[in-house]
């Protein structure tokens, strides 16, 4: 662990020791976090979350670069007064020793098994639990479900399915109607990371170059086909949704919201596809964790266990707009967007076949670049029309070489390593 001037180190943890002793008169547990971090939604937080809880709480939202300071100051000092962390999945894994074993209150707790996976930081130990999220879905217009092949489950498509559904409208229709955030701002980046290779190659990293890696792009390619060609100019699919450009697209929640709530009867959502290695998605996942050093273990349990009932959920995803982790109903009086992309999201990660691809881990200044291998990938390989195999070769050792840089490990899907993860 990175350490602290000498004398900054003795400032900061006399200011700690004082800290922790107010909290500890006061009896409330210091939630300190990196979301919510917006005035506005720290008030909300502050009325619909904390106001009233079974567990009196002091809630802090911070930008990365204050909450990494203050905790790595008192894990230094082997004491504090941070009851209880609620950061991304990245920024806990950083800490990974520092955090005590929630197993005893995790089995209680009706969250997607492949999200408590998450949340054991690649031990055997159940790190942190899983807060909210966000993530991606699938959207299309009514008109066009009675275009999906026959026997075809919208809450459970494979890319198979996707491919034929997509060819089914294009021909029967007149023109593609499928679309794809592959503009300029679009994130087409986060689909193939998160998406495609954890569904076709169990890999983000790892396998980029595989056979496996290969008959995903193969089917990127079939799919390419039957979409609109002015997907490359899309970056909110929400947009040409609303236009009736695309009936069927996929994008970011957030990026989808406006065709729902403008037209919310015209509109579903559904989880991403499957393919050979399973469902996979790319989660944006927040947990929540006991530092080491916290001053009491057993209320800091308590208000994971009160923020983890599905009322309180529901009113965190009111406060934040952040998703539930656990598969709640979403009450009608939410926003219609809110409604629709988190039953999806719900399905999603409750699905049997889910396997949630996390964002990338450890890249620092590198993560454009990291990007670009992705992107430059598709462009070459759908709208080039290049050879896949000598594409994936060439890009292969621009991601070892960005990953060697960085010494950034893996994350899931892949499997964990020492050091740089590695690019087969």
Known sequence: MKKLPGKSTLVFVALIAASAAFSASAQNVLLWSTQASKVTEQKAMQEMVFKGATVPTDFIANQEGPYVTRLTAELQAG??????????????????????DLSSIAKGLKVGASYMKLGKLGTNEQKYIPWMQATYVMAANRKALPYLPKGADINALTYDQLVQWSKNLAEKTGSPKFGFPAGPQGLKHRFFQGFLYPSYANSAVTEFRSPQAVKGWEMMKELWKYTNPA???YNFMQEPLLSDQVWVAFDHIARLSDAFNQRPGDFVAFPAPAGPTGRGFMPVLAGLAIPKTAPDRAASERLITYLLQPEVQLKTLQATNFFPSLDVEIPANISVAARLTGEAVARQVAAKDANPGLLPVGLGELGGKFNQ????????IVLAKQPIKAVLDTQADALRKIMVDANAPCWEPDVPSKGACPVK
């Open 373 to 380: 291998v992705y992107v430059d990938a598709f462009e070459r």
């Open 231 to 233: 997907s490359t100019g």
């Open 79 to 100: 004491k504090g007064s941070i009851g209880v962390l609620g950061a991304l999945h990245g920024q806990l894994a950083t800490n990974s020793k520092d955090l005590v």
